[in-house]
Nanobody, 125 residues
Framework: QVQLVESGGGLVQAGDSLRLSCAAS????????MGWFRQAPGKAREFVAN????????DYADSVKVRFTISRDNAKGTVYLQMNSLKPEDTAVYYCAAHDKGWNLTPQSGEYDVWGQGTQVTVSS
């Protein structure tokens, strides 16, 4: 099974950029589809972006399309979330998640069976 550790969060101003990283350990990382989710205070966890096992397909929530880019480096066991033009409404804890149906780009959090501990992103206005 894969274990996940996120990093790269922080406090930034509106319009700034951040890159989140999710380091995976475990032999099956390259076979997993990966996703990024976020949860703001008082709100439900929501889908942000996902990527298939090879990196050839991606999907995004409408709220982050154009601004965010998900990518992965299977040789390094890492998935990234490049976040540009950040807005205060992007403030949340960001979670990396994995599931072993590597071809399946599902936005449903219940389909992901491995989660990281989360990293806080705060965007000030």
């Amino acid at each position: 099974q894969v274990q996940l550790v996120e990093s790269g969060g922080g406090l930034v101003q509106a319009g700034d950029s951040l890159r989140l990283s999710c380091a995976a350990s475990g032999r099956r990382f390259s076979m997993n589809a990966m996703g990024w989710f976020r949860q703001a205070p008082g709100k439900a966890r929501e889908f942000v972006a996902n990527i298939n096992w090879s990196g050839s397909r991606t999907d995004y929530a409408d709220s982050v399309k154009v601004r965010f880019t998900i990518s992965r480096d299977n040789a390094k066991g890492t998935v990234y979330l490049q976040m540009n033009s950040l807005k205060p409404e992007d403030t949340a804890v960001y979670y990396c998640a994995a599931h072993d149906k590597g071809w399946n780009l599902t936005p449903q959090s219940g389909e992901y069976d491995v989660w990281g501990q989360g990293t806080q992103v705060t965007v000030s206005s």
